[in-house]
């Protein structure tokens, strides 16, 4: 079930752990319990042609080792050429509609949307869910829109309910419960977990909180 897929979904590119090798903060992101990765390498220090793939094979064997579904961002050949479980895009990239049959009926398709018009189309071509963001300030993207907090993201899910929706942008264990109250089935993080000295711990305290707000939109009569 996609829902379940997005509830801690970690995205990270090579440049954005700092000093610490990115191969081990995935996998110790992975054993503290993320439910989705998506390999985003791009930016002026990203990995290019046959070091981008050989990085980008290594994060996707680990994420079968734990079992986690690996998304591509944006570059559809080398989701094809990986055979990843799915690829994300944004309103700039190719269009969707497009990429759902370049992949196939059968890979997770992801689509970055900042509106109600948007989701619809995205849902229209084929997406899987859509990320909505940013939430909040972010520093990790540097093409990033102004914040919008979680107006878009309780919209699209009262218009849309069998849409899954994802928050992306300045989400962090302090203040990701707004997005999952607003409709959101689960966060997207950069810096939270890539830029952790403990990424193992950090991935465990949110995939905690994550699943403790769930459980009181679930059952809120026990919880109050």
């Known amino acids: 079930m996609i829902k379940n897929i997005l509830r801690l979904y970690f995205i990270m590119g090579s440049m954005n752990t700092q000093e610490n090798d990115p191969l081990d903060v995935l996998e ?18 990203s990995l290019q042609g046959q070091e981008k793939y050989s990085f980008a094979e290594k ?17 559809v050949e080398l989701a094809l ?6 690829i994300h895009i944004g309103q700039e990239d190719e269009a969707a509609a497009l990429v759902r049959k370049k992949i196939g009926p059968e890979k997770i398709l992801g689509v970055s949307v900042h509106n109600v018009e948007e ?15 940013p939430v909040y300030t972010t520093s990790s993207k540097e093409d990033a829109r ?5 107006k878009v993201i309780e919209q699209v899910a009262i218009q849309y309910p069998n849409l899954p929706i994802v928050g992306i942008g300045g989400l962090t264990e302090g203040n990701l419960v707004p997005v999952i109250r607003a409709g959101g089935a689960g966060v997207a993080l950069i810096s939270a977990i890539a830029s952790s000295q403990d990424p193992r711990n950090q991935a465990k305290q949110l995939r905690d909180k994550i699943e403790q707000v769930l459980e009181k939109e679930r059952f809120p009569s026990e919880h109050a």
Request: with cysteine; proline share 3%.
């Open 146 to 150: 102004i914040p919008a907090g979680t």
């Open 81 to 86: 050429a990986l055979n990843a479980d799915g």
């Open 59 to 75: 994060c996707m064997k680990l994420c079968q080792t734990y079992h986690v579904p690996f998304i591509v961002n944006d570059d």
């Open 119 to 133: 989701a619809f189309l995205a849902q229209k071509a084929g997406a899987d869910y859509v990320g909505i963001g």
């Open 28 to 45: 110790k992101a992975l054993q503290g319990g993320v439910t989705c990765f998506q390999l985003r390498e791009k930016g002026v220090a």
